[in-house]
């Protein structure tokens, strides 16, 4: 039996399957955007499909310390939209 890979969501802290979570990207060029794939290159946080998780990561500066660096409000707001329209 495979192992199913298993990774801390950067919102609530708690581990689960690479498939149930979103990956967020950080590209070489300093992008950020949602990865459905998994497969973009660049450095990755993951996310539970919550937009809760969501809000926590942002209110607690969750995703600047992963990625560290300072993360822009438009960011927030395009990962937000983005989140809204996978809630669809």
């Known amino acids: 039996m495979k192992k199913l890979p298993v990774r801390l969501c950067v919102g609530c802290q708690e581990p689960h399957t690479k498939?149930?979570?979103i990956r967020i990207v950080k590209s070489p060029e300093?992008?950020?955007?949602?990865?459905?794939?998994?497969?973009?290159?660049?450095?990755g946080a993951y996310i539970c499909?919550?937009?809760?998780?969501?809000?926590?990561a942002i209110k607690q500066?969750?995703?600047e310390?992963?990625?560290k660096?300072?993360?822009?409000?438009?960011?927030?707001?395009?990962?937000?939209?983005?989140?809204?329209k996978l809630d669809e």
């Open 30 to 43: 300093g992008e950020f955007s949602i990865d459905t794939t998994g497969k973009k290159s660049g450095r």
């Open 19 to 21: 498939r149930e979570m």
């Open 69 to 84: 660096c300072p993360i822009d409000n438009s960011v927030y707001e395009q990962l937000k939209e983005e989140f809204a």
């Open 49 to 56: 499909k919550n937009s809760a998780c969501l809000e926590i």
């Open 65 to 67: 310390k992963s990625f």
């Open 61 to 63: 500066h969750r995703l």
